[in-house]
C-alpha cells in the first residue's frame, strides 16, 4: 500500500512578505546582478571593459545544413559569416530603382595624393636653344610630376626629360620634321623630378619645339 503526503508552503520574503505570485503561479525572483545591471540592458556608449563589462551576447549560423532558406511563416536564427559578422542576403538587384543615379566623375580642381589635394599646373613648351631648357623652375622640398605633355619639333631633333642636376627622367625621343608626340593624362604620372630640382627639357640641336605639360607638385 503507497500512502502520499502533501502539505502547503507558504513562501515568505524576511520581511514577511509573500513570494509566491498567485497570477502566474510562480515564484518570485529577485535578480540583483548580471541582469538588469549589465547583463540584459547597459549604457549607450559606455566604455567597454574587457572581462568586466557584461552584455548580452547574439550568434547565428554560417554556412550549412542549418542554413538554408526558411519557408515563409517559420522561425529561425539568424545567419552569420566566418568573420563572425550579421549575414547580409541582397535579393532582387534588377529592381533597384535609378531613378536618382549616383554620378561620379574625375575632379578637374585637384587630383590627390592619399589625402593630400594636389592642383594641376600647366607649363608652355618654347625652346630653340640646344642643351638644357628649363620648363618648370625648382620648388622648394617639391617633386615635380608630369601627367601629360605635347611636344612638336619643326625639323629632326633629339629631345629627353631631365631633372635640373642633368638626371634623365625619361630615354632619348628622335622627331622628324615637324613630328612630336602627345602623353595622354596619366593620374599618376608619366615621370617626376627629385625634391628641389626643376625640370629640363634637353634637345641637342637649335630646332625650334613648342608644346605643354601639365604637372603637380608633390
Given at each position: 500500500?503507497t500512502?502520499?503526503?502533501?502539505?502547503?508552503v507558504?513562501?515568505?520574503?524576511?520581511?514577511?512578505d509573500?513570494?509566491?505570485?498567485?497570477?502566474?503561479?510562480?515564484?518570485?525572483?529577485?535578480?540583483?546582478?548580471?541582469?538588469?545591471?549589465?547583463?540584459t540592458?547597459?549604457?549607450?556608449?559606455?566604455a567597454?571593459?574587457?572581462?568586466?563589462?557584461?552584455?548580452?551576447?547574439?550568434?547565428?549560423?554560417?554556412?550549412?545544413?542549418?542554413?538554408?532558406?526558411?519557408?515563409?511563416?517559420?522561425?529561425?536564427?539568424?545567419?552569420?559569416?566566418?568573420a563572425?559578422?550579421?549575414?547580409?542576403?541582397?535579393?532582387n538587384?534588377v529592381e533597384?530603382?535609378?531613378?536618382?543615379?549616383?554620378?561620379?566623375?574625375?575632379?578637374?580642381?585637384?587630383?590627390f595624393?592619399?589625402v593630400t589635394?594636389?592642383?594641376?599646373?600647366?607649363?608652355?613648351?618654347?625652346?630653340?636653344?640646344?642643351?638644357?631648357?628649363?620648363?618648370?623652375?625648382?620648388?622648394?622640398?617639391?617633386?615635380?610630376r608630369v601627367?601629360?605633355?605635347?611636344?612638336?619639333?619643326?625639323?629632326?631633333?633629339?629631345?629627353?626629360?631631365e631633372?635640373?642636376?642633368?638626371?634623365?627622367?625619361?630615354?632619348?625621343?628622335?622627331?622628324?620634321?615637324?613630328?612630336?608626340?602627345?602623353?595622354?593624362?596619366?593620374?599618376?604620372?608619366?615621370?617626376?623630378?627629385?625634391?628641389?630640382q626643376?625640370?629640363?627639357?634637353?634637345?641637342?640641336?637649335?630646332v625650334?619645339?613648342?608644346?605643354?605639360i601639365?604637372?603637380?607638385?608633390?
Amino acid at each position: 500500500m503507497t500512502v502520499s503526503f502533501s502539505k502547503d508552503v507558504n513562501l515568505k520574503t524576511p520581511d514577511g512578505d509573500n513570494a509566491y505570485d498567485d497570477s502566474n503561479d510562480a515564484v518570485r525572483v529577485n535578480v540583483v546582478a548580471g541582469a538588469a545591471a549589465g547583463g540584459t540592458s547597459a549604457t549607450d556608449d559606455a566604455a567597454f571593459m574587457s572581462g568586466a563589462s557584461s552584455f548580452t551576447p547574439i550568434g547565428g549560423f554560417t554556412g550549412g545544413a542549418d542554413d538554408e532558406d526558411l519557408q515563409g511563416g517559420k522561425s529561425g536564427a539568424a545567419r552569420m559569416t566566418s568573420a563572425r559578422a550579421i549575414h547580409a542576403h541582397i535579393v532582387n538587384v534588377v529592381e533597384v530603382s535609378v531613378q536618382n543615379p549616383v554620378i561620379a566623375a574625375q575632379r578637374t580642381d585637384a587630383l590627390f595624393d592619399n589625402v593630400t589635394a594636389l592642383t594641376p599646373k600647366f607649363a608652355p613648351i618654347d625652346v630653340s636653344t640646344s642643351g638644357a631648357n628649363t620648363i618648370v623652375s625648382t620648388v622648394a622640398d617639391k617633386k615635380i610630376r608630369v601627367l601629360n605633355a605635347k611636344f612638336i619639333a619643326v625639323t629632326s631633333v633629339g629631345s629627353r626629360w631631365e631633372g635640373g642636376d642633368g638626371s634623365a627622367l625619361e630615354g632619348r625621343v628622335d622627331t622628324v620634321n615637324r613630328g612630336g608626340y602627345v602623353m595622354p593624362f596619366s593620374p599618376v604620372g608619366w615621370f617626376e623630378t627629385s625634391a628641389n630640382q626643376s625640370l629640363v627639357l634637353f634637345i641637342d640641336a637649335d630646332v625650334s619645339c613648342g608644346g605643354s605639360i601639365t604637372y603637380v607638385e608633390v
